[in-house]
């Protein structure tokens, strides 16, 4: 692919014989990267997407309305300010011509490097089940996050007009599949949503009477953890009215609900926390990625 090559100003005046370093991403390992370059005699630009850098690990909060977007997302070019030899530029990266030494952008353009850092993450995988992808919400970005928490807060603005009871408990119940750290995170917020936050700001519907099925396919919650934490979460889970369904595997899922095993479950949303797999920064290569010792 032939495109311009973009000329970002850069203010250094050696800027023309130093190094020029491109890197890809500016979640924690890309925005680690471009400050421990910050004075160093080398060009850096970080390239990312978004405008900003994310601490996913409170996405959850943010996704059940504990805290706001700009609680856990810094503008990108304040956290790289100060450094003369470091430029911003929001963009979305394509590919990459290793050839031509040149990263691809998809507004056509191209910005050449002498040395490229891709620290591009990680997006949800559905296990070869992509059309399940239309149906679930995910939790990745802030926009994932808060299009969790319009529907979250929507089912319950509904179910309080409905008068149809079956449409009411399929509003308040809520289906979780996966088990790990986010699942078992979105399964105790939410349950705490409806049973403390919101338990007194509806007259008709009462929110505690929300279901939050948090489904595991593996033998325990937290599978990665020690199993004593796994016994811990499983019984604060359940302490706080979170069904916990373990060796519980999805069978379909649909607009209006989930299969769980052989039991159906209508639902007012269902939360994806089961996948994820790399973003194709290695098909950019032309490698197999982690196979290949990427
Ligand atoms: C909900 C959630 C909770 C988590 N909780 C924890 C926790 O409690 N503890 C813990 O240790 N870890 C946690 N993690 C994992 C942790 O957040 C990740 O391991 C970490 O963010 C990975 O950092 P990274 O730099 O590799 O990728 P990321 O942080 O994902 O950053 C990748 C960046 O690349 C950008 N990007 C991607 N593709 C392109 C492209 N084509 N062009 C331009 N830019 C692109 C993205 O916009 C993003 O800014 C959690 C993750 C999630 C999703």
């Not at 890309?30 to 990267?33: D, E, H, T, V």
């Not at 939050?212 to 199993?227: K, T, W």
């Given at each position: 692919m032939q495109g311009q090559t973009l000329s970002l100003n850069l203010s250094h005046p050696e800027s023309a014989n130093r190094p020029r370093v491109v890197i890809v991403g500016a979640g924690f390992g890309?925005?680690?990267?471009a400050r421990a370059l910050r004075g160093n005699a080398a060009e850096v630009t970080l390239i990312d997407q978004t405008n900003h850098h994310l601490f996913q690990p409170l996405l959850y909060q943010v996704a059940t309305a504990a805290l706001s977007p700009s609680d856990i997302a810094t503008a990108n070019r304040v956290l790289m300010r100060g450094g003369s030899n470091l430029s911003v530029l929001m963009?979305?990266?394509?590919?990459?011509d290793i050839r031509a030494r040149s990263v691809l952008l998809r507004d056509g353009h191209r910005l050449p490097y002498d040395y490229l850092v891709l620290a591009t993450g990680s997006a949800s995988s559905f296990f070869g089940q992509d059309n399940w992808r239309e149906h679930t919400l995910v939790l990745k970005t802030i926009e994932d996050a808060l299009a969790i928490r319009a529907r979250l807060l929507e089912a319950f603005e509904r179910a309080e007009q409905s008068t149809d009871d079956a449409e009411i408990r399929r509003l308040l119940t809520f289906a979780i599949?996966?088990?790990g750290p986010t699942g078992v995170e979105l399964a105790g917020t939410i349950s705490e949503l409806a049973r403390a936050t919101l338990a007194r700001d509806f007259s008709r519907i009462d929110p505690?009477?929300?279901?939050?099925?948090?489904?595991?396919?593996?033998?325990?919650?937290?599978?990665?953890?020690?199993?004593?934490l796994s016994t811990y979460a499983t019984e604060a889970l359940t302490s706080m009215g979170v069904e916990v369904r373990i060796g519980t595997a999805v069978e379909a899922i649909d607009p209006t609900g989930v299969v769980l095993g052989s039991e159906r479950?209508?639902?007012?949303?269902?939360?994806?926390?089961?996948g994820t797999e790399a973003r194709p920064a290695a098909e950019w290569l032309g490698i197999d990625g982690v196979a290949t010792g990427l």
């Open positions: 890309g925005m680690a990267a963009a979305e990266v394509t590919g990459v599949v996966g088990g505690r009477d929300t279901r939050v099925v948090l489904c595991e396919a593996g033998g325990r919650l937290l599978s990665g953890f020690d199993p004593a479950i209508d639902t007012g949303a269902v939360l994806w926390c089961a």
